[in-house]
């Protein structure tokens, strides 16, 4: 939103940044594309570029979900992934294997399964997370420890589950389970893709008022926002997109407020118009450049997701430390 | 006319403001004191819909403020509450121009401009306009909030405690301006007071509130009275009249 009457000042800067976060982007995928690719292109291309597109889906997917999720809450610590929603979403896909047996599960079309997955994650999510975040603001210690049990218990629910589930079942349901941005569930795409141009489409109709909520509760319903819908329209779309991440590549929980928090701190603007590309640019770059380097300079395989968590989490660390809980 | 009829809002067990019934006259300046925990804070979030009731309803111009949408009140009623904790990084003239999202969105018009320079000038905020919030001191603050809401240009002004982290002369210099805004814009200024001394030297009306209920209302000549406030803030207070100024005195 462009309420900001100073256009000479501070504006520039801020496009530059992103200017350059967009061209590294593009730079690094065009290199992911091509280095150190030995066979044929015809093959080389569609293979890598699969990977590719996943890996791009579930940056942006983490990374929007993530600023989101902290404009409503008013803070700059808690993810979707602390408060529990990937821990949620794993939890439905367990029951349902559970409930309905690892054959049907996979007998069914993986596109609808996943459809009806995230319909179910929409529902639940929404009750349980509307019922905290969208009355009277709470104490950000609170909802930190709501979150933690949260994602205890669903955790645990789980893993009950499947100690009692059937062997068999259990292979088909931890394929499922790891995060692995090179395993990334290829049928998924395109309905990942549709999932995630739906969910934007909503966001974008109201990019205007994230800048206002951004203002705190009490602000921003003084400026005559309906804010108990705005926190709903935005939880459904967090929860559609964290379910979108889990589904392709499995929980990561501090990616997300990796790409944010460095994203703030980038860009010097409230702005969400400019805030949320940059941390999609950064979320891309994290990933495939982070792949590139490692896959292709190293020669090491998957252990990019361990060292973005590893990051991830000292960031965490950091922002409690100095106290930006407030 | 804000009429308020009988409002209650209870928290668990305790009930913190009970059936309270008030009409609060358009124009000028209302303040609303009271002991700790009297229900005045409570009071202004419902009126402004921040906070829903349990019981009773407020209509603003006859608009029910429960039930007319939130961007209609926007154009009428401002609050500002006390403590306004916030995590994005925004200079003074940023929050001064969200004053303005009501009107035009994310299009801010010429006029719009006009508005947030206005508020500026009119809070001394102009050396600050491009200081980011969080470089700020505590009443540096509290003036560019209070900024953005005069920038909303309502009909309707309200403030929880404005006077907070002021100090004396930005503290009179407050009160001043909220005095103009209501003589000079026929903007109708009510304000939750804990100096009670503000309260009778700059309000039109006063009404004081004790245990949830409305105590007593009228002038700040009729309530600035020995046996009045020592009734409702139960505490020895002395009154004095002062160059045509009742004081009160409870040190």
């Known amino acids: 939103m462009s309420l900001d009457v100073s256009a000479p000042r501070k504006p520039p800067s801020a496009r530059t940044i992103l200017l350059i976060l967009g061209a590294l982007t593009l730079l690094v995928m065009i290199g992911f594309m091509t280095i150190g690719a030995n066979g044929r292109w015809d093959f080389v291309l569609p293979f890598r570029g699969a990977k590719l597109a996943a890996i791009v889906l579930v940056a942006y997917a983490v990374a929007v979900s993530t600023i989101l999720f902290q404009t409503v809450t008013n803070n700059r610590i808690l993810t979707p992934s602390i408060m529990g929603f990937d821990a949620l979403y794993i939890l439905i896909q367990t029951v349902m294997v559970f409930v309905l047996g690892a054959n049907r599960v996979l007998v069914i079309d993986p596109r609808w399964l996943f459809l009806g997955e995230v319909v179910v994650m929409v529902v639940f999510s929404g009750i349980l997370y509307r019922w905290i975040f969208a009355g009277e603001r709470r104490s950000l210690h609170l909802l930190l420890l709501v979150g933690v049990v949260f994602g205890i218990l669903f955790r645990s629910i789980t893993s009950f589950l499947q100690r009692i589930i059937d062997p068999n079942e259990f292979l088909v349901l931890q394929d499922r389970m790891f995060a692995s941005f090179n395993s990334a569930d290829a049928n998924l795409l395109a309905v990942s893709a549709v999932l995630i141009g739906l969910a934007s489409l909503a966001g974008w109709r109201i990019l205007h008022t994230l800048d206002v909520l951004a203002l705190g509760r009490d602000t921003a319903i003084n400026l005559g926002v309906d804010h108990r819908r705005t926190v709903s329209i935005i939880l459904v779309i967090v929860a559609v997109l964290v379910s979108v991440s889990t589904a392709l590549v499995g929980p990561v929980t501090f990616f997300g407020l990796l790409v944010a928090s460095l994203a703030y701190q980038l860009i010097p603007s409230h702005q969400h118009r400019l805030i949320l590309p940059a941390a999609v640019c950064l979320a891309i770059l994290c990933v495939v450049g982070g792949q590139l380097v490692l896959e292709r300079v190293f020669g090491f395989n998957s252990a990019l997701s361990i060292i973005i968590e590893f990051v991830g989490g000292l960031v965490f660390l950091t922002l409690l430390l100095r106290g930006a809980t407030r | ?251």
């Open chain 2, 1 to 251: 006319m804000i009429e308020i009829n009988d409002v209650q809002k209870a928290y668990g067990d305790a009930i913190v403001v009970k059936g309270v019934s008030l009409a609060l006259p358009k124009g000028g300046i209302t303040s609303i004191i009271g002991p700790n925990g009297a229900g005045k804070s409570t009071l202004l979030s419902m009126i402004s819909r921040l906070l829903p009731m349990d019981r009773g309803r407020v209509l603003v111009d006859g608009l029910d403020v429960t039930t007319t949408k939130s961007d209609v009140l926007a154009k009428r009623l401002s609050i500002l509450r006390q403590d306004n904790h916030m995590t994005a990084r925004l200079t003074v003239r940023d929050l001064v121009a969200f004053g303005r999202y009501p009107y035009s969105h994310d299009r801010p018009t010429v006029e719009d401009r006009a508005h947030v320079e206005k508020a500026l000038g009119f809070l001394d905020l102009e050396p600050l306009a491009d200081r980011f919030l969080d470089e700020l001191s505590g009443g540096q603050r509290q003036r560019a909030f209070v900024a953005m809401v005069l920038c909303q240009d309502t009909d309707y002004a309200l403030f929880d405690e404005p006077l907070n982290n002021l100090d004396m002369r930005h503290a009179s210099a407050m009160m001043r301006l909220l005095r103009r805004a209501a003589d000079e814009f026929g903007k109708t200024v009510v304000l939750v007071l804990h100096d009670i001394n503000f309260a009778s030297c700059y309000s039109d009306h006063i009404v004081a509130m004790r245990a949830g209920e409305v105590a007593f209302q009228g002038t700040p000549e009729a309530v600035m009275r020995k046996e009045v406030l020592t009734g409702i803030f139960e505490t020895e207070i002395d009154i004095h009249d002062i160059e045509d100024r009742r004081i009160a005195v409870f040190y």
